[in-house]
């Protein structure tokens, strides 16, 4: 669903700028610099409104926060309630994570969270989901040896593709569930989490633990994702 556009984006954006990071370009190697003294540094893929991304924040005060997120109108909610809350460790990136590459130097992120990513259902696109190998060696040199993955998904056929792609990888998986919150709510909702718990539908996830990769290294089968 395509999100309304917000009235006065640009001055609302403005009003948020000590928590937007407008040149992530200029930014590897330098992030802890934003939290002097941080525990870690840790990026969310698609932080859409910011519900899971200020409370994780504000639970781990320790902790440095970046947040990525394409939909400005998204994103400045996001930022909005970052300042509502007055909190300093967590910062946010109108980027492509196509280029984490660019935004992080190698080994820079302790680890990372990818919270309800768009499926792109169909073969021929199987490339745009974030947990495409393609994506994930990326993120083996961007994250730390050893730093981690949390994935949470609504889609069966992505979690399924995801764990494949993990093991593909050589990427070891830890606690595989197909219905986190079984048992009742797990851990912080996102927005469209809660409405999806609310529904009674399943919520999928996984951690996974990187490393790093040989040069060269892929597993990429085209036949296998129907992309020929």
Same mark, same amino acid.
């Given at each position: 669903?395509?999100?309304?556009?917000?009235?006065?984006?640009?001055?609302?954006?403005?009003?948020?700028?000590?928590?937007?990071?407008?040149?992530?370009? @200029?930014?590897?190697?330098?992030w802890? =610099?934003?939290?002097?003294?941080?525990?870690?540094?840790?990026?969310?893929v698609?932080?859409?409104?910011?519900?899971? =991304?200020?409370?994780?924040?504000?639970?781990?005060?320790q902790? $440095?926060? *970046?947040? $990525?997120?394409?939909?400005? #109108?998204?994103?400045v909610? @996001?930022?909005?309630? !970052?300042? #509502?809350?007055?909190?300093?460790?967590?910062?946010?990136v109108?980027? #492509?994570? !196509?280029?984490?590459?660019?935004?992080?130097?190698?080994?820079? $992120?302790?680890?990372?969270?990818?919270?309800?990513?768009?499926?792109?259902?169909?073969?021929?696109?199987?490339?745009?989901?974030?947990?495409?190998?393609?994506?994930?060696?990326?993120?083996?040199?961007?994250?730390?040896?050893?730093?981690?993955?949390?994935?949470?998904?609504?889609?069966?056929?992505?979690?399924?593709?995801?764990?494949?792609?993990?093991?593909?990888?050589?990427f070891p998986?830890?606690?595989?569930?197909?219905?986190?919150?079984?048992?009742?709510?797990?851990?912080?909702?996102? #927005?469209?989490?809660?409405?999806?718990?609310?529904?009674?539908?399943p *919520?999928?996830?996984c951690?996974?633990? $990187?490393?790093?990769? @040989?040069?060269?290294?892929?597993?990429?089968?085209? @036949?296998? =994702?129907?992309?020929?």
């Amino acid at each position: 669903m395509r999100m309304r556009k917000k009235p006065n984006l640009v001055p609302r954006m403005e009003a948020c700028s000590q928590w937007w990071v407008r040149q992530p370009e @200029a930014m590897p190697g330098r992030w802890r =610099t934003l939290a002097p003294g941080c525990a870690g540094l840790w990026l969310e893929v698609g932080c859409g409104k910011g519900r899971f =991304t200020v409370q994780t924040a504000a639970a781990n005060p320790q902790t $440095l926060f *970046i947040a $990525l997120e394409r939909v400005p #109108d998204a994103m400045v909610v @996001a930022m909005e309630k !970052a300042r #509502d809350m007055g909190l300093t460790n967590v910062f946010f990136v109108d980027a #492509d994570a !196509a280029r984490l590459e660019d935004y992080f130097a190698p080994g820079e $992120l302790d680890g990372m969270y990818i919270n309800f990513c768009d499926p792109w259902p169909r073969k021929k696109n199987a490339k745009r989901r974030l947990t495409h190998r393609g994506f994930l060696e990326k993120y083996s040199r961007v994250v730390a040896p050893g730093g981690q993955i949390y994935f949470k998904t609504d889609n069966e056929g992505l979690f399924d593709f995801s764990l494949e792609e993990f093991t593909a990888m050589g990427f070891p998986l830890e606690q595989v569930t197909r219905n986190l919150h079984a048992g009742g709510p797990v851990g912080v909702m996102t #927005d469209y989490e809660e409405k999806f718990y609310q529904a009674g539908q399943p *919520i999928y996830r996984c951690q996974v633990t $990187l490393h790093p990769l @040989a040069p060269g290294t892929s597993g990429y089968d085209p @036949a296998r =994702t129907g992309e020929h």
